[in-house]
């Protein structure tokens, strides 16, 4: 009895600090599994808003571009004629009748600003160029342009096309739709949806089509929910200024920012859910699950409930993750296809039967670019073009048919039996009572080669780039460790030669030990700097540009020091650079072994390397400049060319600025450029190279 007590006792003993410590975890990990499926869904949204408006955007440029074909067909600008312009008005009717385009306008401009018609207004003959900032240029330089802006009434998607009659550029037709389609989208969904537009254009909108506003906030959806509009003006400046998500009064909300065409901001489009509606299953699974952990882990012994509990832990983890993807690609589905314009336009573009992949009609460039009558192309299927068929092209019919596969690229065999990589857009459109696929198709044969080529290119700049930061990486070590060896080998020697005098005391042998171990130990924390420089990272991280200095300075400095380089930082602002760090570095690396060599032939008195940094509205400028006289007027313009080099062909390979290029745009997103520059140090003036760095604030 009292070893079944004792038993008993011990077994509570390890049992209840097990139960609370793994339940304490347990919940951790719990909670990073919502927070991950928190993202998942929010990212989710946010696809599914730009695919939405990406959507609706192309829809609105085909109707507009079978309207402009209308317009300069029927001579609009140089004839006025009311029916003309009737048959515009009819059109638009048409379209808010038959499809989801329920607010749909068209706006005729001529080449001067002034507006010849507008299918909301009996209004004509202002000049609209004070109110439409992006015609001024479209006048100057015509071309196709979709674009989203604020006007007086609301929130708009525009499409714009130039017209031309006989070659001359007469104006542009431009179609007019708006968001409340998207926002049914969303609705239909049980989601909310709620646009509004930045409050620094409240005073532009005169005339609010809703007429409601959240606070300065034009609300632009009509249908926006009471009880979303209450959530908003109670918590608008949290909400907007968060990240991926939130969650609010027991709402799940998601912030997507819209930009215009110049990049500035213009709104937010927000979404919200009821929380526990979305993921109610998921918390009472996670409820029920540690319940069960805690019984289990007082019922049964330590070693069977080890066992169980990480079972269950795996198997729970694996169903968890597999309902985040299954609802990730649920969302990603909901996107839908618009109806189509099929036209004449120079576009290739054809109509398929879904049930026989028969071709039901194609214009007239599909007919010059494939080789067939339209007699001869409409007796053909689509499969019969395929160069290689393979039992995959009905599975991609399939696909289509479910709106999944919209976009893929297919080598089609031409009437000359020329091979040509195409391009399809595809997507269902309504005719009548009859469904089709509708095909956009593109010859992208050069694309591709030019493609493959470039990408071979790349591979081989890279290598080399590789190649050659190894041999600099090393030429580095060993500025960093010829002088510690240095003191090594004089203290080992001095020891030996003073005992072999047998005049070697305490306090020599003490000093030159203590100077051995330090100098090894500095060659110790050398290998550490530059095996955590050769580190290669996949994640980015968040530095200011001191650290960056401070890393390079660590594998550097020797080297700078033998070659007499004055070396110095001006940095008034602790902005933090986002990036990976190394590559950054080895930017700085490309730049102070250009100024040493560049010091080297000039012999200059006095070398000085100068980074400083500021920040303007919009980006952080850092600029590197040296006193080595600068870059010939004939060279300077190649520096960032792949293979060009000053240097002779045992010192340089040519790639060290191109790569340093080519990390600033494409790693960093920002601008690199250089010219010769005079500066002042010390109240002395020099002159050199000047290289530039900007990098966007965003």
């Given at each position: 009895m009292k070893n079944s007590f004792r038993y008993l006792l011990i077994l509570l003993i390890i049992v209840i600090p097990i139960f609370f410590t793994i339940n304490y975890f347990l919940k951790v990990k719990l909670d990073s599994i919502m927070d991950n499926k928190?993202?998942?869904?929010?990212?989710?949204?946010?696809?599914?808003?730009?695919q939405s408006i990406e959507d609706k955007s192309k829809a609105t440029l085909n109707i507009a571009l079978a309207i402009s074909e209308f317009a300069s067909k029927?001579?609009?600008?140089?004839?006025?004629?009311?029916?003309?312009?009737?048959?515009?008005?009819?059109?638009?009717?048409?379209?808010k009748n038959n499809s989801n385009f329920k607010h749909l306008w068209i706006h005729i401009v001529d080449k001067n600003g002034v507006s010849r018609y507008r299918t909301w207004t009996e209004k004509v003959g202002d000049n609209v160029l004070s109110k439409r900032k992006e015609l001024i240029d479209l006048i100057k330089n015509p071309?196709?342009?979709?674009?989203?802006?604020?006007?007086?009434?609301?929130?708009?998607?525009?499409?714009?096309?130039?017209?031309?009659?006989?070659?001359?550029?007469?104006?542009?037709?431009?179609?007019?739709?708006?968001?409340?389609s998207i926002a049914d989208k969303f609705q239909d969904k049980g989601i909310d949806f709620l646009l509004l537009v930045d409050k620094k254009y409240k005073d532009q909108i005169k005339k609010p089509f809703t007429k409601k506003f959240v606070k300065e906030y034009y609300v632009a959806n009509i249908d926006a929910k009471d009880s979303a509009l209450e959530i908003m003006d109670k918590n608008l400046d949290k909400l907007l200024n968060i990240k991926n998500y939130t969650i609010?009064?027991?709402?799940?909300?998601?912030?997507?920012?819209?930009?215009?065409?110049?990049?500035?901001?213009?709104?937010?489009?927000?979404?919200?859910?009821?929380?526990?509606?979305?993921?109610?299953?998921?918390?009472?699974?996670?409820?029920?699950?540690?319940?069960?952990?805690?019984?289990?882990?007082?019922?049964?012994?330590?070693?069977?409930?080890t066992i169980f509990y990480y079972f269950n832990k795996a198997k729970y983890t694996e169903k968890l993750e597999e309902e985040v993807n299954l609802r990730t690609k649920e969302i990603e589905q909901l996107n839908k296809r618009y109806k189509q314009i099929f036209d004449g336009s120079k576009v290739m573009k054809i109509l398929v039967d879904p049930i026989t992949k028969k071709i039901y009609d194609a214009n007239k460039s599909t007919l010059n670019f494939y080789g067939y009558t339209k007699e001869q192309i409409t007796s053909f299927t689509t499969l019969d073009f395929n160069a290689n068929r393979t039992d995959g092209d009905d599975f991609i019919f399939e696909k289509i048919l479910k709106n999944e596969e919209?976009?893929?690229?297919?080598?089609?065999?031409?009437?000359?039996?020329?091979?040509?990589?195409?391009?399809?857009?595809?997507?269902?459109?309504?005719?009548?009572d009859k469904e089709y696929i509708y095909c956009i198709l593109r010859d992208v044969t050069e694309d591709l080669k030019l493609q493959n080529e470039y990408e071979e290119k790349q591979k081989l700049f890279y290598q080399q780039a590789k190649m050659a930061s190894m041999g600099e990486m090393l030429e580095n070590i060993a500025h960093q460790w010829?002088?510690?060896?240095?003191?090594i080998t004089t203290a080992a020697s001095g020891m030996k030669i003073q005992k072999e005098f047998g005049i070697?005391?305490?306090?020599?042998?003490?000093?030159?030990?203590?100077?051995?171990?330090?100098?090894?130990?500095?060659?110790?924390?050398?290998?550490?700097?530059?095996?955590?420089?050769?580190?290669?990272?996949?994640?980015?991280?968040?530095?200011?540009?001191?650290e960056a200095v401070e890393d390079l300075l660590k594998i550097i400095s020797i080297k700078l020091k033998t070659n007499n380089i004055d070396f110095n930082l001006i940095n008034d602002n602790s902005y933090k650079i986002r990036g990976y760090k190394n590559e950054f570095i080895q930017v700085f690396l490309n730049f102070i072994n250009n100024s040493i060599d560049a010091f080297n032939l000039l012999d200059a008195e006095k070398k000085i390397i100068?980074?400083?940094?500021?920040?303007?509205?919009?980006?952080?400028?850092?600029?590197?400049?040296?006193?080595?006289?600068?870059?010939?007027?004939?060279?300077?313009?190649?520096?960032?060319?792949?293979?060009?080099?000053?240097?002779?062909?045992?010192?340089?390979?040519?790639?060290?600025?191109?790569?340093?290029?080519?990390?600033?745009?494409?790693?960093?997103?920002?601008?690199?450029?250089?010219?010769?520059?005079?500066?002042?140090?010390n109240s002395k003036e020099y002159f050199g190279a000047k290289f530039i760095i900007e990098l966007p604030l965003n």
């Open positions: 928190h993202q998942a869904l929010a990212s989710s949204i946010n696809s599914l808003i730009e029927n001579t609009l600008f140089t004839q006025r004629d009311n029916k003309k312009f009737e048959v515009l008005k009819n059109i638009s009717s048409e379209i071309k196709i342009t979709n674009i989203i802006s604020v006007g007086i009434f609301d929130i708009t998607f525009k499409s714009i096309i130039p017209v031309y009659e006989e070659g001359e550029f007469q104006g542009f037709i431009e179609t007019i739709t708006k968001f409340n609010n009064n027991d709402k799940f909300i998601t912030l997507f920012k819209l930009y215009d065409f110049k990049k500035e901001h213009m709104a937010y489009i927000f979404t919200l859910q009821d929380y526990d509606k979305v993921f109610s299953k998921e918390i009472n699974n996670l409820e029920n699950f540690i319940k069960i952990i805690g019984y289990l882990l007082i019922l049964i012994i330590i070693a069977i409930f919209y976009r893929f690229v297919i080598k089609h065999k031409l009437s000359n039996e020329e091979i040509k990589d195409i391009e399809i857009h595809a997507s269902l459109v309504n005719i009548g010829r002088q510690p060896l240095s003191t070697l005391d305490d306090k020599f042998f003490n000093d030159s030990i203590d100077t051995i171990v330090k100098s090894s130990n500095f060659l110790s924390q050398t290998i550490e700097d530059f095996r955590n420089f050769f580190k290669k990272s996949n994640t980015k991280e968040t530095f200011t540009l001191e100068l980074v400083e940094s500021t920040i303007t509205s919009n980006a952080i400028l850092i600029t590197f400049q040296d006193s080595a006289g600068g870059i010939g007027k004939d060279t300077i313009e190649k520096v960032f060319e792949p293979y060009f080099t000053t240097k002779y062909k045992s010192q340089g390979t040519g790639i060290g600025l191109y790569m340093s290029e080519e990390i600033i745009t494409k790693h960093f997103k920002g601008k690199l450029n250089v010219k010769n520059s005079n500066f002042t140090w």
